[in-house]
DNA sequence: GGCCAGGTGTAAA
DNA sequence: TTTACACATGGC
């Protein structure tokens, strides 16, 4: 069914080649991306991200010794941007001393360390792990809740009450990384054209989904 | 002008 | 253990 649906969103929407990055530093990029975006869409995300490249802030040291209201005012744009500005800090100085160490460690146990990190959830750690350092885990989004719930895969879209299980249905049959970082990516895309809030189903292209009740 | 976006932490029930 | 709320800008 996953697999499934996956070649089907493939051959919908094409290769989404996730994650975008700007700079020669895509670990650490993308790290702060995955704090920024969340709650938050990705349009307001890049400007703040643009704002840290111009200053040439995407590097650890350097986004740490700047005072932190300047941080909040540069990425004013993504939203909670006192909140993300803490969280960004508190990350980067866990990057520095772990990042090495990470990439060593075992899937579960890299994502135990981040989820020890006051800021990073389950999704944002995953979305790290998976974009950042190329280990096999698949991050659950808002998107997948609903998309999941709508095709009958779990009896409701809630993203916290079945977020391992929607995880878990998902590495069971996509073992590879690309194809784990494109489904992501592709629910993403489907999420932003069809399946949202307020459902476009009489116009979605997904076949297995119009034609279940739940769909609605 | 209201709704929503690639969530998370905390406090009350 | 579940629920409610704070955090906040910007596009449609």
Redesign the pocket.
Known sequence: MIKKLYKKLLTLYGPQN???VISNNPEFE?CI???L???????????AINNLYTKNLLHPERILRIPLEEL?MLI????????????LRSFTRFYIENSERLKNLDVMDARRLL?S???????????MLL?AFNKKIF?V???TS?LFYRLGLVSED????Y?EDMRLMVEKELSNMNDLKEF??LI?MH??TYC???PLCKTCPLQECRTKDLYI
């Not at 809630?158 to 009450?161: C, L, V």
């Open positions: 996730w994650w975008p993308i991306g995955a704090i975006t969340q709650n938050t869409s990705w349009r307001n995300v890049e400007k909040s004013r744009s993504a939203g909670y941007y006192n909140q993300k500005a803490q969280r989820l990190i006051k800021g990073i959830g389950r999704e944002t750690a995953d979305s974009y991050p989004d808002t998107y609903r809630s993203k916290d009450k977020y992501h990516a993403v999420g932003k949202k809030k307020k």
